[in-house]
């Protein structure tokens, strides 16, 4: 399988629940990124990993919790989310340096489609 | 203050014809690299084409090109010869300094616009 896989495609959960969403990349890629779609509102970038340490955290809320345990894989661990929550999340992958002039061309994942009751 | 804008919500554009997608924005780091992503009703964001400031030429992928005006600061993207199957969201994005060195930054997204092509 190549590209970035998003699963699961679809989540609702409530607003106790626990739950995680997995991003897997087969690019030789070794940054990755989550960002959050919300309707009517540019992606918002919320986390970067680059050669699996976090390199960036845009004053996102303690219930994401991200975990890069290699340069393939990344997980967003969601807690006690709220209603505001639901949106699409989206996985990217690139490679930290190197590339056009600095291009490092992000590709993303599907998406998974979070909704919050 | 908004660093990636894009002034059309939504576009109704007539198929083979070209189409014009608005794009500026605001940076005071003369390194920086634009970039434009496809968004079909899937949700995949698709990479289109990328122009970095230091560029003498725009940039140009089949029949995406993008109209690089840096006094302006405008990164249009134009679409020639548009198909039913370029109906989707177009994202603007940047990504600031550090292009030499590269970076694992992300990206800058503008709020998009909606292109419908009607056949």
């Known amino acids: 399988e190549t590209g970035v896989t998003q699963t699961p495609r679809h989540l609702v959960m409530g607003m106790t629940n626990k739950k995680s969403l997995k991003c897997e990349q087969h690019l030789g890629h070794n940054a990755m990124y989550w960002y959050k779609q919300s309707a009517k509102k540019p992606l918002e970038l919320m986390f970067v990993?680059?050669?699996?340490?976090?390199?960036e955290n845009n004053s996102v809320p303690s219930r994401f919790s991200p975990e890069c345990p290699n340069s393939s894989h990344l997980f967003l661990h969601l807690h006690t989310l709220q209603p505001e929550d639901s949106a699409l999340y989206l996985c990217?992958?690139?490679?930290?340096?190197?590339?056009?002039?600095?291009?490092?061309?992000?590709?993303f994942g599907a998406g998974s489609r979070l909704t919050v009751l | 203050a908004q660093k990636i804008t894009q002034t059309q919500p939504g576009m109704f554009v007539q198929e083979k014809e070209a189409v014009t997608l608005d794009c500026t924005y605001d940076t005071s780091d003369p390194s920086y690299g634009l970039f434009w992503y496809k968004q079909p009703s899937s949700g995949e964001m698709i990479f289109l084409i990328y122009?970095?400031?230091?560029?003498?030429q725009n940039a140009t992928e089949g029949r995406y090109s993008l109209n690089f005006q840096k006094a302006r600061k405008s990164a249009n993207l134009v679409i020639s010869a548009s198909q039913l199957g370029d109906s989707a969201m177009y994202f603007c994005?940047?990504?600031?300094?550090?292009?030499?060195?590269?970076?694992?930054?992300?990206?800058?997204f503008g709020k998009g616009t909606h292109l419908i092509i009607q056949p």
């Open positions: 994005a940047m990504r600031e300094g550090r292009i030499s060195g590269g970076g694992a930054d992300g990206l800058t």
């Open positions: 990217a992958s690139s490679l930290s340096r190197g590339g056009r002039a600095g291009a490092n061309v992000l590709t």
């Open positions: 990993y680059s050669l699996e340490e976090r390199v």
């Open positions: 122009q970095g400031s230091y560029d003498q």
